[in-house]
């Protein structure tokens, strides 16, 4: 079974700091792009991190930049968010996910692209002032 679970979320201090972790199975762990989302009540849905094998590179949303770091250990097995520095404004459901293999991937629109068809159940991450 192919299946994405997340974990690691908590509620922290602004300034704090925490891990999120998702667990892939599966055909997902042989994906080249995965990424983390979060949404916040009464917000869209927004791309935080992405990280690509296929092209050897990382991407963050403007707003994390410097504070999150995305990583997945030698395994594939498992994909990983470091926040630091979190802020009230950080507050959101954050989702872990993964692009269909064997697609072509635009770097410049990754966050959009139309086939994040992998996702964890999402880990709420609460920042207090």
């Known amino acids: 079974q192919e299946q994405l679970v997340s974990s690691g979320g908590g509620s922290v201090q602004a300034g704090g700091s925490l891990t999120l972790s998702c667990a892939m199975s599966g055909d997902i762990s042989d994906t080249t792009h995965q990424g983390w989302f979060r949404q916040a009540p009464g917000k869209e849905r927004e791309g935080v991190a992405v990280?690509?094998?296929?092209?050897?590179?990382?991407k963050y949303a403007d707003s994390v930049k410097g504070r999150f770091t995305i990583s997945r250990d030698k395994t594939k097995t498992t994909l990983y968010l470091r926040l630091q520095s979190l802020q009230p404004e950080d507050t959101a459901m954050y989702y872990c996910?993964?692009?269909?293999?064997?697609?072509?991937?635009?770097?410049?629109?990754?966050?959009?692209?139309?086939?994040?068809?992998?996702w964890g159940q999402g880990t709420q991450v609460t920042v207090s002032s």
């Open positions: 990280i690509s094998q296929e092209y050897g590179i990382t």
């Open positions: 996910a993964a692009i269909q293999s064997g697609l072509p991937v635009a770097l410049a629109t990754i966050f959009q692209h139309p086939n994040w068809n992998y």
